[in-house]
């Protein structure tokens, strides 16, 4: 018999370092790299596949929060593997080649836990699709299928768009997310023209309280509440939010703050599940390796929550069992002249 979804997964979970196929091969007694590599090709892990294996383990809260973000699966130094095209990448500070992953990250900030739910890998070639209409369209699959409760959703300012924003509103739900300091906005109910964010004026009660303005590009007497959050002297975020109820600089600073989780989930799936290492080239198994390292992330998550670690700790624990493992009945045994 070949190796199957679980085998695969298994060694991804398994391995600390390498996560080719090859090196499956070397350390399975019972598959080959041909085997391993028609499964791949064979198999089809899909997101539905991972919100089916997450969400026993999800506790939904009313104050919960939904964030959006992508990520890119650096191949700089690979060759002829589909799915890869040259994008922006934040990390790399430049354009690279690289995957694009859309992803999605469902928080509970009461028990300070987070959990990925969905996740789309940007292929415009392939289904025409933007990162955008990606995001649009987990976010409407969440509302009405998941139905998750959460409060409000969380983005950058690449996410930011008219389009994408009436959307959340119309879904009836709240959204936080900084906008460039080059976003026109009005300030005056149109009594002055346009302006930048950064060029604003900002009265006393307004740096605590947040202002009512209009974004350019917005349908006449659409509101929203624009804060100015401090964060060192260096850096000053221009946050937005459509809750206009919200009147607390601090609050809208401490949602965005949630945003931080999905670039730890990203950081997670890259170092310790070869999210980003497949050298294969079929675009379906590129596929079935980004699934596979999804749900491995939640086996090692859920983990590091029942034992109260980091998923780091559960991870290199592995390399602590086979360290006594070795010191209690070594491979080989040291020898002094």
């Not at 041909?34 to 009313?62: C, F, K, M, Q």
């Not at 992953?101 to 890998?121: G, K």
């Not at 302006?195 to 917005?218: N, V, Y």
Request: proline share 3%.
């Amino acid at each position: 018999m070949g190796p199957t979804r679980l085998d695969y997964c298994q060694y991804l979970l398994s391995s600390q370092i390498n996560y080719t196929l090859t090196h499956f091969a070397e350390h399975s007694q019972r598959f080959s790299h041909d085997t391993i590599n028609r499964y791949l090709a064979g198999d089809r892990i899909t997101p539905h596949l991972v919100w089916e294996n997450v969400s026993p383990y999800i506790i939904p809260n009313e104050a919960g929060y939904v964030i959006f973000d992508d990520t890119i699966l650096d191949k700089r130094h690979s060759f002829n593997i589909a799915l890869v095209r040259r994008q922006y990448s934040g990390n790399a500070h430049g354009v690279i080649k690289g995957i694009g992953v859309v992803t999605c990250v469902y928080v509970n900030p009461v028990l300070d836990q987070f959990w990925i739910i969905d996740y789309r890998i940007y292929d415009p070639d392939g289904d025409g699709k933007t990162k955008l209409i990606h995001v649009q369209e987990m976010l409407s699959h969440l509302v009405y299928h998941k139905q998750l409760p959460f409060e409000a959703v969380l983005m950058d300012s690449w996410y930011a768009t008219r389009d994408l924003m009436l959307h959340i509103e119309k879904l009836g739900k709240h959204y936080y997310c900084p906008l460039k300091t080059n976003r026109l906005v009005d300030d005056s109910n149109g009594q002055n023209p346009y302006q930048r964010i950064d060029a604003l004026m900002w009265a006393e009660t307004e740096l605590q309280q947040g202002k009512r303005i209009k974004i350019k590009g917005f349908p006449k007497d659409h509101k929203v509440k624009l804060f100015r959050v401090v964060s060192s002297t260096r850096r000053t975020d221009y946050v937005v939010t459509n809750d206009l109820a919200q009147n607390a600089t601090k609050a809208a600073q401490e949602a965005c703050s949630w945003r931080w989780k999905i670039e730890q989930f990203h950081r997670e799936g890259k170092q310790l599940t070869g999210l980003e290492r497949c050298q294969c080239r079929l675009a379906r198994i590129v596929r079935n390796h980004i699934g596979s390292a999804m749900l491995v992330w939640i086996v090692l998550k859920q983990a590091a929550v029942e034992t109260a670690q980091t998923i780091y700790q559960v991870k290199h624990g592995l390399l602590s069992d086979y360290l006594r493992q070795q010191l209690k009945s070594p491979s080989i045994k040291m020898v002094l002249a």
